[in-house]
């Protein structure tokens, strides 16, 4: 395993530093917005949402990193976080994968990757079987264009984060 390698506990380190941002984002958040919040959590994995991991990861393109994440994490709804940011149980990567196959990542390489997430602002976040993370320029998977955000799914979820403690600190998510 890589020093950039998830382990199940980094997860849980992870999980406690954006779990207390979240707690103080929205504990704030009414009197800030007018209105409560939405929902906003890491949501632990259940016996199901592992039953998914162990059918994705016959699929020849979930990175390893991927299962380490769905074997911990079951989802991550951040609904009031700017537009909000959204990390799909493993059960509808299955199931979008089942229906609609894999997203082409490029003519020139012939990849495909797994849509993992999206952004409430439409753009859907896919990771590559090397392990990077990418995301559509535009709301549509039909001959999408990506862009490279992450070399891996560490460093996604670190962006996540900064994007999530720069909101707290003032209100500005960035453009993850």
Known sequence: MSDRSLSPDWLVSWTD??????????????RRQGFPPGTNEVRPASSDDQGAVRALAQA????????????????????DVGN???????????LRLQ??????????????????GSNGGGLTYV??????????????LDEPKLDKV???????????ERCLTRFVADGEPGSL
């Open 99 to 116: 229906e609609a196959g894999a997203v082409d990542l490029g003519v020139e390489h012939r990849l495909q990757g797994l849509v993992i």
């Open 84 to 94: 909000g940011y959204f990390l799909d149980p493993a059960s509808d990567v299955l």
């Open 17 to 30: 530093r954006v779990s207390g941002a979240l707690a103080a984002m929205t504990g704030e958040f009414e």
């Open 127 to 140: 990771a590559a079987p090397d392990g990077s993370v990418r995301r559509t320029r535009t709301a549509s």
């Open 60 to 79: 020849s393109l979930m990175p390893a990193d991927l299962v380490t994440f769905y074997g911990s994490i079951g989802g991550v709804t951040w609904a």
């Open 150 to 160: 992450a070399d891996d799914l560490r460093q996604f979820l670190e962006l996540l």
